[in-house]
């Protein structure tokens, strides 16, 4: 019989040749630090394979070290979504049949909730989609500042300021990367048109680009700790912001000592020895031939491929420039997949839905009630006249990078019609757009006219008509690549309106749109709502705000000019906006958006943080802490608002900062607090915010650094950035 080995011995022979055996490379060991599993990786990759991982291998997708068992990296848009599958190499669409998604609002429909909450239960949805797809960055969010209403891209961004988009892009990014996949916040910088994307170089004060266009960015690096950060297309002081020294060596890793990875936008690199030297660690969708699109497979051309290669063997560029980019993808990898602990996701699930609707109908704004034109309770009217193309068209497609294959989008139309009762709904499209395309308007295959006579006769014979309007995602719409070229209202929608209201004076609009529109029959109207893209659950969230279940208590997150000319890029002629194709020059400088409606007393049509209710806020006392503050204290600032309205309903709080005698021309007045509540009809409550006093600071190019000056200060407690409610001063001590 054979000699049994005691147990004690063998757990010894054992204890001590497991780890001879099954020693796992420092580089693998979850145990370890990472920055030591990063020492450890980077001193077993040949050159050729450093080389190999820092630019891509498909239109998705970067090589990681087969070798040593370093995983490939997937990527994929974006901010709204997880984009569908396409082929290897070009931009054609791979067809799959697993790809589809939940679609969430866009980003402004986001900013508009004035939600932090919301804002990270959307990242983790997105974030939790994007797992499930296998993707390791998604390409998102998007947080440059709404700085002209024409801008094709505003639709994907949080709006006109820098402190709404900070406070919301924050959550967003912990959620999305709490699933293991990296968030990936864009375009850095300056990216604030379309029109001339590729090349345009902004010219900007210091002051404005670290008051307006870099706060968002340096939330999203340093209070979130973003993973990733694209650069964009368009020039900074001359360079390529993509590979820009003074943007990414001094300020995002020098400054903000960001510790992931910079990459390119699809084919924002333009220079080897740039890439090399000033920060770029990745580059995608280069054009390989380097003058038009993109020769098939021909990686090996990438500035960051055979070119920087051979710099190294020349001796004209350190390696220790590729090791300082591969230091960054390796700590990607490790943060994503090379991550054992991360979760593996889930897509498509009722707590997507129930996201993607909450968003929606919480970002919706009533801008117009008059006579409680809303909400319209289901079986006021008999006949209600749903009229307009964008009550039944797909916004989840076209747009550009941040287009979707949603699972399902309900349309307001069925929104209605499931609400309200297909017997007492009546629809007439009014007017047609053609199918979303990048480069043209396609024509949309109906008789305009006879589409207009239709939309009048169903309108002459309805009770109430709802007319759904706006943009789209079409070319020169809210779509990448190019910019509107006018705020006009597209496909005779302004004449249709005029004709619709001569047959029926009860009518409501309702705007589906990214950027603000204008509107010559705002006076005829008698409701109006500024509703946003809103995704999967579009439909939905509209007929739950339009019957009254749910109180509209979205703000806008830009202002609304009368005119275009009364917005501040437009106001100083085309060398400010758009440029010559060469330079734009930004002369508003600090002032955009409300800033310069505000300091400039040029009255908006509807001001930035506007929107209505069903129910009714009033505003009692305001109460602060302290009146004197140190510069590193807190204002506790106490608010007390009574619902006195018939509904119960949700008010978000503005807390605007004016500075009495600033040594530098400053806005009047900035947005540094805002908290949004929920209060029952008849509830009263004290609402708190606190504003920290280093957010009183202004950028003092004269020092090139951020200073909050003693000085009195007026904290203005808004429901708007024009209406007012109270006001307290506050001193800051010396
Ligand atoms: C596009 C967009 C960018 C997107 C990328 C990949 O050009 O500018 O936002 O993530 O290419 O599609």
Known sequence: MKKKIPSLLFALIWGVSLPVFSQLPVYLDDTKPVEERIDDALSQMTLEEKIAMCHAQSKFSTPGCPRLGIPEIWMSDGPHGVRMEFVWDDWRHAHWTNDSCTAYPALTCLAATFNPE?????????GEEARYRGKDIILGPGVNIYRTPLSGRNFEYMGEDPYLSSIMVVPYIQGVQENGVAACVKHFVLNNQEKYRNAINVEVS??????????????????AGVWAVMGSYNKYKGSYCSHNDTLINKILKGDWKFDGVMLTDWGSAHDTDEAARNGLDLEMGTWTNGLTWGLSSTYDQYYLARPFLE??????LSETLLDEKIRRILRLCFRTNMNRQRPYGRKLTEEHTAIARKVAEEGIVLLKNEKEFFPIAPGRYKKIAVIGENAVKKLTEGGGSSELKARREISPLQGLIEKYGEENIVYSMGYASGAPDYSRELPSGFDADSLVRCAVEVAKNADVVLFFGGLNKNFRQDCEGDDRESMDLPYGQNELLDKIL???????????????????????????????????????????????????????????????????????????????????YYHDDILVGYRWHDTRHIDPLFPFGYGLSYTRFEYGDTRTDKVAYDICDTVRVEVEIANVGRMDGAETVQVYVSQKNPSLPRPVKELKGF???????????????EVPVQDFAFYDDRQSRWVVEPDSYQLQIATSSRDIKQAVEVRVNP
């Not at 210091?206 to 209070?223: C, G, K, Q, S, T």
């Not at 908290?675 to 915010?689: A, H, M, Q, S, Y």
Request: proline letters at 5%.
């Open 118 to 126: 919301l804002a990270y239960r959307y990242g983790k949805a997105l």
């Open 206 to 223: 210091d002051r404005a680009l670290n008051e307006i266009y870099l706060p968002a960015f340096r939330a999203a690096v340093e209070r």
């Open 311 to 316: 710099k190294i063997k020349r001796g004209e």
């Open 502 to 584: 001569q047959v029926n004076s009860n009518v409501g609009v309702v705007l589906i749109s990214g950027n603000a529109v204008s509107m010559p029959w705002l006076k005829a109207v008698k409701g109006l709502m500024q509703s946003w893209y809103l995704g999967s659950e579009a439909g939905v969230a509209t007929a739950r705000v339009i019957s009254g279940e749910v109180s509209p208590s979205g703000k806008l997150p830009f202002s609304i000019p009368c005119k275009l000319e009364d917005n501040s890029a437009h106001y100083f002629g085309l060398e400010s906006y758009p440029g010559d194709g060469e330079n734009v």
């Open 675 to 689: 908290r949004k509540f929920f209060l029952r009809k008849g509830e009263k409550k004290w609402v708190t915010l």
